[in-house]
């Protein structure tokens, strides 16, 4: 029998079983990170390895350089969330890796370590959308949460809207034309002269400034619910330039601050939109439950709005912890867990996917 439907046979048994433990890996972008996560629900180990430091001096993350990183780091990171999880490779009943979309080679690091782990040791193999992880990174925090929910997605490649019909299944809303809201901070932090990674220290410099120092333009879009960063940055760097052309100092904080005020206006108002529309009101009786999900889901004004959101609305929120926001390993065990629970298993020839949708 080859690896594939052996692993196939194998996830048939485990949908049967009580505890299924999963060891999953992601290197989609700078972050190194393995967990073991127990039922899709439970941490019972997650160590994330961050290449911040690697990629400082150059102002954003460096394919090359990551994709190095992380073959160095893999296996030292894969034995930590091992050992930390109290348990040997054999004793794990499957193996989940991220396979898209991300960096090509940093992605494909990832997906040839746990290959080879997951021949050797005769396990399962799940490839795992990382966008699904960060979705499920909520079932790790919640474990009350079940589809389905609305799920605003803001990461850094991503804003959508997205209804999560029922575990690996969604429906597309919303998204963005231009800009994901991660890249639009990260832009407007490097104007700033903010170091890399610029969306958290952003946050952080806008709670001492006031967000109604400078206004920017309301964001055009096509569809009621779609989103458009660009138009935003822009004005963002204009109103920057126009300062230091007046030789005036800026006023970073009140910068900031006003950014992060129209980004968050602007993903809270079209998922306002949305579940105060009529139709989506209607459908929705039942089940009136909105999550957030990837790094920027991390941000301290982001969080506040969608609780006064979902407070106004009689929506119940659902957020990851915060250092479930952003890339780790937990997630993607979390989503891995549901896939396999469905006989969906991987074959050897599975490849990186840099451009791999969701929806
Ligand atoms: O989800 P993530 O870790 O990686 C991707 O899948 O893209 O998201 C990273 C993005 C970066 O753009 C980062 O600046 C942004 O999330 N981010 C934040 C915050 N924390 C991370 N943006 C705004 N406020 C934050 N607190
Ligand atoms: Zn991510």
Redesign the pocket.
Known sequence: MDYYEASRRKAEELAKQETVRILSLET??D?TAAAVIENGRKILSNVVFSQIDLHELYGGVVPEIASRAHMEACDRVIDQALREAGMSLEETDALAVTKGP?LVGALLTGVNCMKGLAFAAGKPLVGVN??EG?VSANYLTHPDLEPPFLCLV?????SHLVEVEDYGVYRLLGQTADD????A??KA?RVLGLPY????R??RLAEEGNPEAFSLPKPKTAGPYDYSFSGLKTAFINTVHGLEQRGETLPKADLAASF?RAVCRELMDKAEALVSSASWAADHQGHRAFAMA???S???E?RRMAAAMCERQGLKLYMPEIPL???NGAMIGSAAYYRLRRGEVSALNMNAEPALRLV
């Open positions: 989609s972008c972050e991300g990382h966008i960060h803001v990461s850094g490649g991503h994901a809201a991660g890249e901070f990260d932090a990674p610029g969306g958290p952003m946050d992060r990837g790094g920027v991390a941000n301290r982001l926001c952003t890339d």
